[in-house]
């Protein structure tokens, strides 16, 4: 049998593990948390929040956290404590909840949900997912212009034995 999920405390960062990436809240309490979506999701939407990542606007919302996670497995990952230090609970909740039913711009590179989850509780605005996701890209680069250099050395090296 697992073990339950220990209850969040308010101010937490709630990481939803959907299928091709993160999906971020922050837990307001009662079982409630506080994430953006966008204008057409349903909650529990799972795979088929994916398409909030195309999307250039999102509502603030206020939902049950089982609702938003859905059948998707979640948990608590306040994991900048280290590097900045959270503003109190209650003021992370305030700034939260003053923020429901607003419309904002949603830009999957520099304002999506985990930039704002983040924003609540350090005053930060980041998202490691978007940071993996440029290095990645950009190793993925040079490791494909090496390619093409000893593709290119490679060729000469033909040419000049001929």
Same mark, same amino acid.
């Given at each position: 049998?697992?073990?339950?999920?220990?209850?969040? %405390?308010?101010?937490?960062?709630?990481?939803?593990?959907?299928?091709?990436?993160?999906?971020?809240?922050?837990?307001?309490?009662?079982?409630?948390?506080?994430?953006?979506?966008?204008?057409?999701?349903?909650?529990?939407?799972?795979?088929?929040?994916?398409?909030?990542?195309?999307?250039?606007?999102?509502?603030?919302?206020?939902?049950?956290?089982?609702?938003?996670?859905?059948?998707?497995?979640?948990?608590?990952?306040?994991?900048?404590?280290?590097?900045?230090?959270?503003?109190?609970?209650?003021?992370?909740?305030?700034?939260?909840?003053?923020?429901?039913?607003?419309?904002?711009?949603?830009?999957?590179?520099?304002? %999506?949900?985990?930039?704002?989850? %983040?924003?609540?509780?350090?005053?930060?605005?980041?998202?490691?997912?978007?940071?993996?996701?440029?290095?990645?890209?950009?190793?993925?680069?040079?490791?494909?212009?090496?390619?093409?250099?000893?593709?290119?050395?490679?060729?000469?090296?033909?040419?000049?034995?001929?």
């Amino acid at each position: 049998m697992r073990a339950p999920i220990p209850e969040p %405390n308010p101010g937490d960062l709630i990481e939803i593990f959907r299928p091709l990436y993160r999906h971020w809240a922050i837990y307001v309490g009662d079982g409630f948390v506080v994430h953006l979506a966008p204008p057409s999701e349903i909650a529990g939407a799972g795979a088929a929040s994916l398409m909030s990542a195309l999307a250039d606007k999102a509502i603030v919302k206020k939902e049950l956290l089982y609702d938003v996670a859905g059948r998707d497995k979640y948990h608590v990952h306040n994991k900048h404590d280290d590097k900045y230090s959270p503003l109190p609970p209650s003021k992370i909740v305030q700034r939260a909840e003053e923020r429901v039913g607003q419309e904002v711009l949603y830009k999957l590179t520099s304002d %999506n949900c985990e930039h704002f989850v %983040n924003e609540l509780r350090y005053g930060v605005s980041r998202s490691d997912q978007v940071r993996d996701a440029v290095m990645a890209a950009g190793i993925a680069g040079v490791g494909m212009a090496a390619l093409g250099l000893i593709g290119v050395m490679l060729s000469r090296n033909r040419q000049q034995k001929q």
